[in-house]
């Protein structure tokens, strides 16, 4: 919208038409002058429309900072997303600790001498033991995916909250360089899996796309 | 054709969980000679010193795929015959004819069992 109109200048036109030839010192003062008054009115217009427009960001940014509040974003960062990839770590050991007592108590079975039958039975029970204690790795793990998976919800709930507040809208390319690279890796080498259940193919699909 | 007990037999897996288990689904069916990598650059290094009578490869491994190592074993004249079979969770269709386009022998969908593997190792030697 203009700020500003012809009668603004009406003065100092009418002025500068009276005053062609012959200009002096104070013929310069007062052009001043009446150009300091003509003016004064868009000043004061543009003073209103610039005030509005300042106070319309400000409270747009004021929102956007209640808004950013409320995601939390330091909490998340310090202690939410750290301590879900914690419970992580600490589920892929526990697996891996588990599976490594199997797999030692299934070669054990395997590579005992059977010939004292009585002898071989009492170590396959020993072993089969070890193999139910190492099992309860389960219900542990059970628990730490859970508070893995409310606190992805806890991130979820928040940034959909703020995409909405904001009505965001998504840009296309990368945050980073290691982000691109690794979205090019996927996509070259075709890394898409593991899939979930009805995503891929099967044994027996496979076959049938091999054969 | 029978398969070959002796042949030595290089398994591909960067989780050594994973080694373990096909190495001892492997000893089960009777082979004796086996090694391992823990993705396809290594993988090729050995392959380089010995000569193995199959692979058995996962896909997605760092630095580099099971997918680049068959690749690259089918063109190099030295390897290109050694049969190749992928063990891998990519289960889509784009992988599974990506794969066969490359030249691998067989297809294995993780999960898996032995039957599953034997079976697959037969079929190699089979055609």
Same mark, same amino acid.
């Given at each position: ?12 036109? &009418? ?25 004064? =009115? ?6 209103? @429309?610039? %005030?509005?427009?300042?106070? !319309?960001?400000?409270?747009?940014? &004021? ?22 990839? !914690? ?13 490594? +007592? ?24 020993? @072993?089969?033991?070890?193999? $139910? ?52 890796? /996927?996509?070259? $080498? ?7 259940? #009805?995503?891929?193919?099967?044994? @027996? ?7 | ?13 960067? %989780? ?23 993705? =396809? ?6 392959? *380089?010193?010995?000569? %193995? =009578? ?16 068959? /690749?690259?074993? *089918?063109?190099?004249? #030295? ?8 063990? +891998?969770?990519?289960?889509?269709? !784009?992988?599974?004819?990506?794969? /066969?386009?490359? #030249?691998?022998?067989? %297809?294995?969908?993780?999960? $898996? ?8 190792? !037969? ?5």
């Amino acid at each position: 919208m203009a700020l500003a109109d012809a009668s603004h200048f009406d003065r100092l036109i &009418e002025f500068l038409r009276q005053k062609r030839d012959n200009v002096t010192f104070h013929d310069i003062i007062t052009l001043a002058e009446v150009a300091a008054q003509s003016l004064q =009115g868009f000043f004061q217009a543009m003073d209103a @429309k610039v %005030y509005g427009e300042l106070r !319309e960001i400000a409270g747009y940014i &004021e929102s956007m900072r209640r808004e950013i509040g409320v995601l939390q974003v330091n909490e998340l960062k310090n202690t939410r997303i750290p301590s879900a990839g !914690e419970e992580l770590g600490a589920i892929v050991k526990a697996t891996e600790n588990a599976t490594n +007592t199997i797999m030692e108590c299934a070669e054990a079975v395997m590579a005992a001498d059977a010939s004292d039958p009585a002898a071989y039975k009492a170590m396959v029970d020993d @072993k089969m033991m070890v193999v $139910f204690e190492a099992c309860s790795f389960q219900d542990i793990t059970g628990q730490r995916i859970a508070k893995v998976v409310e606190t992805l919800q806890h991130i979820e709930s928040r940034v959909a909250r703020f995409a909405d507040v904001m009505q965001a809208k998504d840009l296309d390319g990368f945050l980073t360089e290691a982000e691109r690279a690794r979205a090019e890796r /996927k996509e070259k $080498f075709l890394l898409n899996g593991p899939q979930l259940e #009805g995503q891929g193919h099967d044994q @027996k699909m496979v076959d049938k796309l091999f054969g | 054709m029978a398969v070959d007990m002796t042949m030595p037999i290089l398994v591909v897996d960067d %989780y050594n969980t994973m080694i373990r288990i096909i190495r001892n689904l492997l000893k089960q069916l009777g082979f004796e000679d086996i090694d391992d990598a823990s993705d =396809g650059s290594a993988a090729l290094a050995k392959m *380089r010193e010995k000569r %193995y =009578g199959l692979v058995i490869s996962d896909w997605n491994m760092e630095p580099m795929t099971g997918y680049e190592l068959l /690749k690259e074993v *089918r063109a190099d004249p #030295g390897l290109n015959k050694t049969p190749f079979i992928m063990v +891998t969770a990519e289960s889509k269709t !784009e992988n599974v004819i990506a794969a /066969k386009k490359a #030249g691998v022998n067989n %297809y294995i969908v993780k999960p $898996f069992n032995a039957q599953t593997l034997k079976t697959k190792i !037969e079929a190699v030697f089979a055609e």
